[in-house]
């Protein structure tokens, strides 16, 4: 589907996703988890739709891993469960927080895999651009150098291939690539570098084009988001919502707070339906 929040100026976007996933990275209460998984899916599903299953399993994956890993090596806590064959205790805390821990990671997969699909190399450096030039400058040669690296190993890797390759083989052959590909690597750094200088690159302040235009709506929407983060933030600084793991699970929730929060990580949901409304109600219009 067309999605109407990647139609926002890029300054918007960037400013939801960086108080998004701030929140979700830096934070455990067990309430704010859940809304934030639970409203990355839902967002992830209405750009992504049926393609992104595979992204999702994977995603899965991953948390059901590393909801096993904590518990194995953490044995704080102070509800036994039972004793790993190795002698060591398994307690309920452990594997609670191991279970939020994986939430987190997963959200956050989720979160970037829409950041992606929202903010390309264009709309980053519209949103950076004009207050920071060389950071929108440095952030749009590494996300060059990316593909343009893997492109180069991949054709090295062509070239050295070997019919009949045994396991030892591959190992020298990959050693060999990587470190054909890093020299050249470095090598197109000193010319990138070169030509920059040459082209007047650090003689004058550097100035940025942006096509972008920050309308009332834009204005609107960080207003909306400042507000509402503002709320979750505060009510965390002052322990009105709070999760502690350890010795023992210690919860306080409030409704009120998990309300704004879903309101803030379902923004961009919420706009879309908004359009997708006004657009069916101009075409019954016609």
């Not at 209460?29 to 809304?35: E, K, W």
């Not at 059901?64 to 205790?89: A, D, E, Q, V």
């Not at 650090?202 to 988001?225: A, H, L, P, Q």
């Not at 879903?262 to 908004?274: A, D, E, G, H, W």
């Amino acid at each position: 589907m067309k999605d109407e929040f990647s139609r926002f100026h890029p300054l918007v976007n960037l400013i939801f996703y960086l108080v998004v996933l701030g929140l979700t990275m830096f934070q455990m209460q067990l309430g704010l988890v859940l809304i934030s998984i639970f409203s990355a899916l839902v967002y992830f599903f209405c750009l992504k739709g049926q393609k992104g299953i595979k992204y999702l399993i994977m995603v899965g994956i991953i948390f059901f891993i590393s909801s096993f890993i904590n518990p194995l090596f953490s044995h704080k806590g102070g509800t036994l469960l039972f004793y790993l064959f190795t002698g060591n205790p398994v307690t309920l805390e452990s594997i609670l927080y191991g279970i939020v821990s994986s939430a987190i990671i997963s959200g956050m997969l989720l979160w970037f895999s829409t950041f992606y699909q929202i903010m390309g190399v264009e709309r980053m450096l519209g949103a950076v651009g004009r207050f920071m030039p060389h950071v929108a400058l440095l952030i749009s040669m590494i996300l060059r150098f990316i593909p343009q690296y893997t492109k180069h190993q991949k054709e090295v890797s062509l070239v050295n291939r070997e019919e009949d390759e045994k396991f030892i083989g591959k190992i020298k052959r990959g050693s060999r690539v990587f470190s054909i590909t890093t020299t050249w690597a470095l090598e197109n750094s000193i010319y990138t570098a070169d030509s920059m200088r040459a082209r007047g690159f650090g003689v004058r302040k550097r100035t940025n084009y942006s096509n972008y235009k920050i309308e009332k709506r834009d204005i609107g929407v960080i207003i909306w988001i400042v507000i509402l983060a503002g709320i979750v933030f505060w009510s965390l600084n002052k322990n009105i919502i709070f999760t502690y793991y350890y010795p023992y699970v210690v919860y306080r929730g409030n409704v009120c707070i998990y309300i704004f929060y879903t309101l803030l990580c379902l923004t961009p949901v919420f706009i879309n339906i908004r359009e997708g409304l006004r657009w069916r109600r101009l075409k019954s219009k016609i």
